[in-house]
């Protein structure tokens, strides 16, 4: 989907449809990188394809990797603003889902990232989420199925 100056992506996958290893938070930066590189395709660069490469099943679950990837090609895209929507972080398994939510946090504090690219993320409110999003935001949205009935 395209916006004036800017793209859209979005990982909104239903996690329960996946086996055990998929529901990854690498997974998900994944696939919002390769949508990325589908609308800008001259963002691959040689050094990634030589680390993807040289050491696929690595590159592609090293949340750290992946996420340095992700920053890099969007501050390299053309777009002056770049939505990416990551629903149901809660449904990654939960050692990665910290290190994404470290790197979103750490995004959120550099001032040549931040303005280029909105990160929208939805998730239930566990623990590690609720502290790890702390010092940021939130919007509060109840599940209407669970109101209490008189």
């Not at 303005?115 to 993320?121: D, E, Q």
């Amino acid at each position: 989907m395209h916006l004036s100056d800017g793209i859209w992506l979005s990982f909104e996958e239903d996690f329960k449809v996946f086996k055990h290893k998929q529901k990854s938070a690498a997974n998900a930066i994944c696939a919002l990188l390769r949508q990325l590189l589908e609308f800008y395709p001259e963002l691959i660069t040689r050094k990634m394809l030589e680390k993807f490469n040289n050491d696929r099943p690595l590159y592609v679950t090293s949340v750290a990797t992946l996420w340095e990837e992700f920053i890099d090609a969007n501050l390299r895209a053309p777009s002056n603003e770049i939505i990416c929507v990551l629903d149901a972080l809660d449904e990654c398994q939960e050692p990665n889902r910290f290190d994404l939510i470290k790197n979103i946090c750490e995004y959120a504090q550099d001032s040549r990232i931040a303005p280029k690219i909105k990160l929208l993320v939805t998730s239930r409110l566990y623990s590690d989420v609720k502290h790890g999003f702390y010092d940021f935001e939130k919007v509060m949205v109840k599940d209407p199925s669970r109101r209490k009935r008189r």
